[in-house]
């Protein structure tokens, strides 16, 4: 065999090899807690994670210089809200000709109709925020369409999750296609999915969102991450929360 044909051969090898996870193997990460913590999260007085819901609600329906809030438009346990849709997040926004996330659409809403100081994806509340209307939808399943205009951003966040990163050179995808189930640095791997989140995570001792997880992974990658409501992680979330659908919302879950 010539080296051109050890070469091509070589690359039809890598081909094969990369898969996704199929949808009848999709596993949530409550799959591989141990049956205490499985315990801990569906108990609403002990999950640690139910405390940023908490502010969430009260922000909620904290009324604005105008005496208006969330709740004004919402209910103010947030029962006006469609759960089923929620479940659909991250969805292309006909406007602004773009995806959004359901955080990037809580802050939208609120920086609008509110007179209130202005949010940014990264802050504190915007977190607690999306905890709270997401918790909404615990039991709902997930359910994101990219069949239509989130076509493109679903195939460049899945571009993302193939691509290799920092120091280490690894791609999500090699731990969370490949190794879940395995131990990993003491901690168990799962498939990645998200529908979990934001989820308490005991490593951190915090809830993280979206892509408050995704800068974590990539932290300990030694990469660069990207800026929380970026293009690169909207684009990710598209891709990662339609690699969830069938999956029950568990927010907040608990994950390791």
Known sequence: ????????????????????????????????????MQAMQDDDFGNPGMI?????????????GEGKSCGSCHGEDGSKLDTKQL????VYNEQLKQPLTLRQRIILCRNTLLNVPALEYADQEA?????????????????????????????AGE??????????????????DYHAG????????????????PAYRFTEGQVAGTHERFTQCLSKLRAEPYAPG???????????????????????????
């Open 1 to 36: 065999m010539n080296k051109q044909c050890r070469i091509c051969c070589l690359s039809l090898v890598s081909l094969t090899v990369v898969f996704p996870v199929r949808a009848e193997l999709v596993k949530s990460g409550y799959e591989y807690l141990t049956p205490e």
């Open 52 to 64: 940023v819901v908490d502010q969430g609600a009260a922000l909620f329906i904290q009324p604005d």
């Open 87 to 90: 479940a659909r997040y991250p």
């Open 127 to 155: 977190l607690q925020l999306e905890a709270f209307v997401r918790h909404l939808a615990h039991g709902e399943t997930v359910d994101v369409d990219v069949s239509g205009p989130l076509a493109p951003y679903y195939r």
């Open 159 to 176: 571009t993302l999750f193939r691509s290799r990163y920092g120091q280490v050179d690894i791609a999500c995808h090699q731990c969370h």
């Open 182 to 197: 395995k131990n990993f640095r003491g901690q168990v791997l799962t498939q990645g999915q998200t529908n979990g989140l």
């Open 230 to 256: 970026s293009d690169e992680y909207v684009n990710l979330e598209v891709y990662m929360n339609a690699r969830s659908n069938g999956l029950k919302i568990e927010t907040p879950a608990i994950r390791y």
